[in-house]
């Protein structure tokens, strides 16, 4: 058996392994929500957002992972203690969906990407004891508060873990299949190393199979060569972005193309160099430092941590991109995820009680901004 593809199968045995305890985890959560109102915006800088943004969720502990339902409600973890509440951002009532059992939570893990897949189940992609996870669920609103999450399914193990560069976001595109990106943890080698699932942006079945198609047969691995990747959107043509955070020098936004190889830590930024795709666009980190990004309005909307911002990247036909422009500029914070609405508005959570930024009364938030 080649050595790739006994990796997966046995990554694959461990996810099983776990069902049983997270079975018997699921049968014990359930606790009260919070209270929480919806408030208004008040004036550019004000502890409620900015002049160009409107509070719709407060008082959430670390959001991280933000799911979007059929109707138009938000999953919402908290990355720090794997609980999910279940927000509606046109009245900011919540309740309690429950909690993943086995997150450990500590510098930049814990519960992180949330995706809900064309099966109507809700994935979660955690750090546990040894690795991170992905693990889908089925969400059940008839249920009582606090234990609507139910038949815990593995879906993927052994994804390294580190103290810093964890990956974690997730998200189903058009074809169906899941992508995860992942970290280095650290550990740059892994990112170049085909046979590990760090540094990577993979492509799995939502049952955590290699999809079919991939590029490289018998392998979950899509893209490999990132360091961090903390944000995936498709746009109208169908083509997948991604954010990555780089090192000192740049960070970036790049076209991902099936096989390529982008870079690190042989490369970081634009280098024009041969055998590695250059990302489309590049910041210095005290600029982006980015997370999530969607797409809305024929840009990528990609929200800055250490930027403190959320940049509209305006794309082109030909995977080119025109110049950046900024909005919610040091008003909010660190800014985490991003969820495009049917309206056009867009809904961008704040990352300040993550331990690396600046609480301020209410926070974390989910803000609502209208372009234009």
């Known amino acids: 058996m080649p050595r790739r593809e006994a990796r997966v199968k046995s990554r694959t045995a461990t996810a099983l392994a776990l069902l049983p305890v997270l079975a018997a985890a699921l049968a014990g959560c359930g606790s009260s929500a919070p209270a929480g109102t919806a408030a208004t915006a008040g004036a550019s800088g004000s502890a409620s957002g900015s002049a160009d943004a409107a509070t719709v969720a407060d008082r959430l502990n670390t959001p991280w992972g933000v799911a979007r339902m059929p109707d138009g409600a938000l999953l919402v973890g908290s990355r720090d203690t794997g609980r999910i509440l279940r927000i509606d951002p046109r009245t900011g009532e919540r309740a309690d969906v429950g909690t993943v059992p086995g997150v450990d939570a500590f510098v930049e893990g814990g519960l992180l990407g949330l995706a809900l897949g064309p099966n109507g189940r809700l994935y979660a992609y955690y750090t546990g004891n040894d690795d991170n996870r992905i693990v889908s669920f089925a969400y059940d609103p008839a249920r009582p ?22 990956g974690g976001r997730i998200a189903f595109g058009p074809d169906g299949m899941l992508y995860v990106g992942t970290g280095e943890t650290g550990r740059t080698a892994l990112a170049q190393d085909r046979t590990s699932l760090g540094g990577k942006i993979l492509r799995i079945t939502p049952d955590g199979a290699p999809a079919p198609g991939n590029p490289f047969p018998g392998s979950p691995v899509y893209s490999l060569g990132h360091r961090n990747v903390q944000g995936l959107a498709w746009d109208a043509q169908g083509r997948l972005w991604a954010s990555e955070f780089g090192q000192d020098a740049w960070d970036e936004l790049n076209l991902i193309r099936p096989g390529a190889n982008y870079g690190w830590p042989v490369v970081e930024g634009k280098a024009g160099r041969a055998g590695y795709t250059d990302p489309v666009v590049q910041w210095r980190p005290a600029d982006a430092s980015p997370s999530g990004i969607a797409f809305a309005d024929g840009a990528i909307w990609m929200a800055g941590l250490r930027g403190q911002r959320l940049w509209r990247i305006p794309l082109n036909g030909d995977g080119t991109a025109g110049t950046p422009t900024a909005v919610l500029d040091h008003t909010a914070g660190r800014l985490r995820t991003v969820v495009a609405e049917p309206d056009g508005s867009l809904l961008v959570t704040t990352s300040n009680t993550d331990g690396r930024g600046d609480p301020r009364p209410g926070d974390d938030r989910i803000l609502r901004h209208r372009p234009g």
């Open 145 to 166: 508060a606090g234990a609507r999450l139910t038949d815990p399914r593995a879906v993927l193990s052994g994804i390294p873990k580190g103290d810093n560069h964890n």
